[in-house]
């Protein structure tokens, strides 16, 4: 491996230059422990990745049902806020906004 660092006087900038031989290292590659190794190191990212999947899929399931029971709480409350006559204009617009903002986060 060569590490050359040139600078020009009438350059402000260095230039660096380097060469790195990657042959050793797809040899080993080719070899039975070689290929166990690069194996093994996709084995664990596959498993990195079917991890952040299942994750993410048990996060959005949580989200929906939290809009679910968000949206009948707001309809029920509106409900019932509407027969006792206690519904009033502030209300309608928290309740607006909060479904909005529901409907609307995607």
Known sequence: MTNLITTDPSDSQAEVDESIDFNPFLDYLQTDKGHELASRTI??????????????????????????????????????????????????????TLVGYIFGKR
């Open 43 to 96: 084995g664990i990212v596959e498993d990195i990745k079917k991890a952040t999947l299942e994750k993410s899929s048990d996060h959005a399931k949580f989200e929906k049902w939290m809009q679910f029971g968000v949206i009948i709480v707001v309809v029920l409350a509106a409900s019932l806020l509407s027969y006792f006559g206690k519904f009033e204009t502030s209300i309608g617009v928290l309740f607006g």
